[in-house]
């Protein structure tokens, strides 16, 4: 094997790598949105339960 062969499977590994991390960064800023979303609507639907059955 040759030295650039080398070199682009060492460049492929680290690029390989950074995606990995990408999408798990991606993946828990989703997440994070998904849990704040969850506790709005359940915030939300909370407070309409309470307003019903106190009027």
């Known amino acids: 094997m040759s030295t650039p062969d080398l070199e682009e499977k060492a ?9 990995v991390h990408r ?3 991606s993946a828990v800023r989703i997440s994070g949105w998904a849990i704040f ?4 609507i359940a915030a939300i639907v909370v407070g309409l339960g309470w307003a019903w059955t106190h009027r």
């Open 37 to 40: 979303l969850a506790l709005v």
């Open 23 to 25: 999408k798990a960064i």
């Open 11 to 19: 460049r492929n590994r680290e690029i390989a790598q950074n995606e």
